[in-house]
C-alpha cells in the first residue's frame, strides 16, 4: 500500500499561515493526495484534495510537488478552531481498490 | 442534508460478547466505508460496502463484519470481543466511492470492552 509520511506535531501562532508538509514518495501515477482534519472529539471532515496541479478552495491551498512525492498543505491564516490532526491520504487506485490509507497525521497547535 | 449518523454513541461491553454498530449515510449516498481509531494504531480501514456489496476489505480478522441494506444503511458486526477491539468506530459514506469523492464521517461510536 501507498503511503504517508507526516511530522508528529507543529505549531502556529493565530493569523499566521501554516504548512503542513506530507511525504508520499511511493505514490503511484493515478493516486490523488486527499486531506482530511479531525477536531477533537469528531469525525474527520474533508479539508482539499488534488492530483497534479496546485488546488485551493475556501479552507486551504494544496501545493503538489512537480514529481508528486509530496505535498504541502497551506492555511492561510491558522485560527484556534484550526487546531486538529491534519491527515495526508493517499487514495488508493492500485488493483481497483478505492480505500484510504491514513497516516498518522500532524497535530497542529495554534497559539492565541 | 442531514449528515451521517452513527448509533450507537457509547457502548460498553465485556469480553466474548458480540457487538453491532449502525450507520446512516447521507441520502443518496451508495458507498460506505467503516474504519476503527485507536491511540497506537490510528485511524484503519476496515470495509467498504457499495450497492450492498463488500467492495474493499482492510486487514482485520473475520471477526469484523458488515452488511449493508438496500437504503444503503450499514451494520458492522464485532463477534467475540478482545479488549484490544476497544476503540472509537468510523463510518464514513460517499456518492459512490470514487477516488475524487469526498467522504463524509459521521461522529463514531466509542466502544470500550471490559
Known amino acids: 500500500d501507498a503511503k504517508t509520511t507526516q511530522p508528529n506535531s507543529m505549531e502556529s501562532n493565530e493569523e499566521e499561515p501554516v504548512h503542513l508538509p506530507c511525504n508520499h514518495s511511493?505514490?503511484?501515477?493515478?493516486?490523488?493526495i486527499h486531506w482530511y482534519r479531525q477536531l477533537p472529539s469528531q469525525g474527520p471532515e474533508y479539508v482539499i484534495h488534488g492530483l497534479t496541479s496546485n488546488v485551493n478552495n475556501r479552507m486551504a491551498s494544496l501545493a503538489i510537488a512537480e514529481d508528486r512525492k509530496s505535498s504541502t498543505l497551506i492555511l492561510h491564516r491558522a485560527t484556534l478552531r484550526d487546531a486538529a490532526v491534519y491527515y495526508c491520504i493517499l487514495r488508493d487506485s492500485a488493483s481497483g481498490t478505492y480505500k484510504y490509507i491514513f497516516g498518522t497525521g500532524t497535530r497542529l497547535k495554534v497559539l492565541a | 442534508k442531514a449528515g451521517v449518523t452513527q448509533t450507537p454513541r457509547y457502548l460498553i461491553k465485556t469480553r466474548g460478547q458480540q457487538v453491532t454498530l449502525s450507520c446512516s449515510p447521507i441520502?443518496?449516498?451508495?458507498?460506505v466505508s467503516w474504519y476503527q481509531q485507536t491511540p497506537g494504531q490510528g485511524l484503519q480501514f476496515l470495509f467498504e460496502?457499495?450497492?450492498?456489496?463488500?467492495?474493499n476489505k482492510g486487514n482485520f480478522p473475520g471477526r469484523f463484519s458488515g452488511r449493508q441494506f438496500s437504503n444503503s444503511r450499514s451494520e458492522m458486526n464485532v463477534s467475540t470481543l478482545e479488549l484490544g477491539d476497544s476503540a472509537l468506530y468510523l463510518c464514513?459514506?460517499?456518492?459512490?466511492?470514487?477516488?475524487?469523492?469526498?467522504?463524509?464521517f459521521g461522529p463514531g461510536t466509542r466502544l470500550l470492552v471490559l
Open positions: 511511493t505514490i503511484s501515477g493515478t493516486d490523488y
Open positions: 460496502y457499495f450497492s450492498e456489496t463488500q467492495r
Open positions: 464514513a459514506s460517499s456518492p459512490s466511492g470514487g477516488l475524487q469523492e469526498t467522504q463524509y
Open positions: 441520502s443518496g449516498h451508495r458507498s
